[in-house]
């Protein structure tokens, strides 16, 4: 298991964040006023982990020198302002169409993208659609289960992707409910909502 970088390594990373050309150990010492050899555990310990890699070689003081920049995972490290940037974007959608507007453009946008997978679809029947909507729930990042009977479905779903916006924007959940009845083809019922407090989403179909 990977562990957390310590606050020292915290900030070399914050120091090759803020130098997209890469820093050799000696920069990363001398601005960090440590030793070239602490300096040198942490990034053997960093490059381990995946946050750092070597691009090229530079020279300091007449001598070759690996420089280090920050892989993908690295910069991913660094914490982004989605959630904020999202609600921000929604806010505004919303009072420009206001509540009913927007609720309607969050079922369009499930149609449409329901109509992109839709032939996964083609040919099956009702409980094998159910299967394949929860596999796609699964890699869209929901953690889901099935339950089924001789007539009916239910889909469950114990974490909700846009669980925070959707506490700011109910209409989101129209996006779920339009996706879902649009690829199983037939009408289905929320019977709970994690966004209306609920334990977890369900979602009832009947064959």
Same mark, same amino acid.
């Given at each position: 298991m990977?562990?957390?970088?310590?606050?020292r390594?915290?900030?070399?990373?914050a120091?090759l964040l803020?130098?997209?050309t $890469?820093?050799? &150990?000696?920069e990363?010492a001398?601005q !960090?006023?440590i030793?070239? /050899? %602490?300096v040198?555990?942490?990034? *053997?310990?960093l490059?381990?982990?995946l946050?750092?890699k070597?691009?090229?070689?530079k020279?300091t003081?007449g001598?070759p020198?690996?420089n280090y920049?920050?892989?993908?995972?690295g910069?991913?490290?660094?914490?982004?302002?989605?959630?904020?940037?999202c609600?921000l974007v929604?806010?505004?959608?919303?009072e420009?169409?206001g509540?009913d507007g927007?609720a309607d453009?969050?079922?369009?946008? $499930?149609r449409? &993208?329901a109509?992109?997978?839709?032939s !996964?679809f083609?040919?099956? /029947? %009702?409980?094998?659609k159910?299967? *394949?909507?929860?596999?796609i729930?699964?890699n869209?990042?929901y953690q889901?289960?099935?339950?089924?009977t001789?007539?009916?479905a239910?889909?469950?779903?114990?974490?909700?992707?846009?669980?925070d916006?959707?506490?700011?924007?109910?209409e989101?959940?129209e996006?779920?409910?339009?996706?879902?009845?649009?690829?199983l083809?037939?009408?289905i019922?929320?019977?709970e909502?994690m966004?209306k407090? $609920?334990?977890a989403?369900?979602?009832k179909t009947?064959?």
């Open positions: 990977q562990n957390q970088p310590t606050p390594q915290e900030q070399i990373l120091l803020a130098t997209k $890469g820093l050799c &150990i000696d990363i001398e !960090q006023e030793s070239r /050899n %602490a040198k555990q942490h990034m *053997i310990t490059e381990k982990n946050l750092i070597t691009a090229h070689l020279f003081k001598r020198a690996r920049i920050l892989t993908e995972q910069i991913n490290h660094f914490s982004k302002q989605y959630s904020w940037f609600n929604l806010s505004e959608l919303k420009e169409m509540a927007f453009f969050m079922k369009r946008l $499930g449409k &993208i109509h992109s997978l839709a !996964q083609t040919g099956k /029947n %009702a409980k094998q159910a299967e *394949i909507l929860t596999t729930m699964q869209l990042g889901v289960t099935i339950e089924k001789e007539n009916s239910t889909i469950t779903a114990i974490n909700c992707v846009f669980h916006l959707a506490q700011e924007h109910s989101l959940c996006f779920d409910r339009e996706l879902i009845g649009t690829l083809d037939n009408p019922e929320q019977t909502c966004a407090k $609920g334990c989403c369900r979602f009947e064959f």
